[in-house]
């Protein structure tokens, strides 16, 4: 078995050619490549379906319950603030800089030498599947919901994203409405009592103080945010129809479904969603993971973005490396040491919770 210290300085390697590799969504062949290489190199076999790469731990038992590590290895792409090449990856004050190396890169190599670290482990209390996932930062059909179908059923989870290594045991799920008002056409200058434009003040208004019965403990109340509206094309002409875009953080006491529904029965409007499947979730604080983690003094949280959490329906931990206001960032960065402590922690919580 490779030392901590070892698998760290290859993690950390391996995180440099991922950041000078251009990996935006459905465009991460070449990481794919890289991650492929990492598996070779450490005597692994994987699988790969378009640009998601996966494997087993060496004992696997069709017996036992799985538990999945994943992590992405796609990336935005970089805003106009950068004054850095994003695609250079350079350490200065203790900081690697480019594009991905906070989210969701260092999450990933972390869980790589992770599971390189527990592969050949005899025994385990659950299998270890490691996914590579693409597409994450897209929520696009070739990601990890596309790699589900090949896993066993999965007991629980972690995702790797940027917590501060703290536990993020609940995170909000995503429902994206898009909106339509109907009015009434006509000249400007004539009275009209169906003013679409009008009517969607109203509508604009009911998402702006409508509150939600159910509050979580963690994640709070659900969010409503109108963050799109348009209507009209000339001064004279008042439009037959306004539409909007609202964009709604739902937690974990509904399912997007049901959030639908309630609004569709409250709003006067063509409502229109353009997904149900990103919905919230949750680990219990009871859960093994989660206290693994709390016997090492992490603490536990609520988050309100979105990860690969959502198409996964076991209970899942979101934990990683990295700080999550960085990501999307201009000269995006993650402290080396996050990354050594990083892949210490993961080891600490998995040897509690693997050899149980």
């Known amino acids: 078995m490779k030392s901590i210290e070892l698998l760290t300085q290859e993690a950390i390697e391996l995180l440099k050619n991922l950041i000078e590799t251009p990996s935006f969504s459905s465009e991460e062949d070449q990481t794919a490549l890289l991650i492929e290489n990492w598996f070779n190199q450490n005597n692994i076999p994987f699988q790969r379906e378009n ?22 290895h796609d990336t935005v792409r970089p805003n106009q603030a950068y ?10 004050d203790g900081k690697l800089f480019g594009l991905g190396s906070n989210d969701a890169g260092g999450c990933l190599v972390s869980l790589l030498a992770t599971f390189v670290y527990f592969y050949e482990i005899e025994n385990p209390s659950h299998n270890v599947v490691l996914v590579a996932s693409a597409e994450e930062e897209s929520s696009g059909k070739n990601g990890l919901n596309s790699v589900l179908k090949h896993l066993p059923t ?65 994640l709070g109340p659900v969010k409503m945010t109108v963050t799109q509206i348009n209507a009209g094309k000339q001064h004279n002409v008042v439009p037959s129809e306004c539409d909007l875009v609202v964009d709604v953080r739902v937690n974990d006491c509904y399912s997007n479904k049901e959030v639908l529904e309630l609004i569709q029965s409250q709003v006067s409007a063509e409502i229109t969603p353009r997904s149900l499947h990103l919905n919230s979730s949750s680990i219990p604080i009871s859960h093994g993971l989660v206290q693994a983690g709390i016997a090492l003094g992490r603490t536990t949280y609520g988050s309100p973005t979105l990860s690969d959490q959502s198409v996964l329906s076991c209970q899942s931990l979101k934990l990683g490396p990295g700080e999550s206001l960085r990501s999307h960032s201009a000269n995006e960065f993650i402290y080396v040491h996050e990354i050594e402590e990083g892949i210490q922690l993961y080891i600490k919580i998995l040897n509690d919770f693997l050899k149980k």
């Open 154 to 218: 999965l007991d629980c989870a972690i995702v790797g994203e940027p917590t501060l290594m703290q536990l993020a045991v609940a995170e909000k799920g995503l429902l994206v409405l898009d909106v339509k008002i109907k009015g009434t056409a006509s000249h400007a200058a004539h009275q009209n009592d169906d003013n679409a434009i009008y009517k969607t003040m109203q509508v604009v208004d009911w998402f702006k103080n409508y509150t939600f019965e159910k509050i979580s403990d963690v």
């Open 51 to 72: 640009n998601n790469v996966w494997a087993f731990n060496k004992n696997f038992d069709t017996s036992k319950p799985t538990l999945l590590l994943n992590s992405h």
């Open 83 to 92: 004054t850095n090449d994003p695609f250079k990856a350079f350490v200065e």
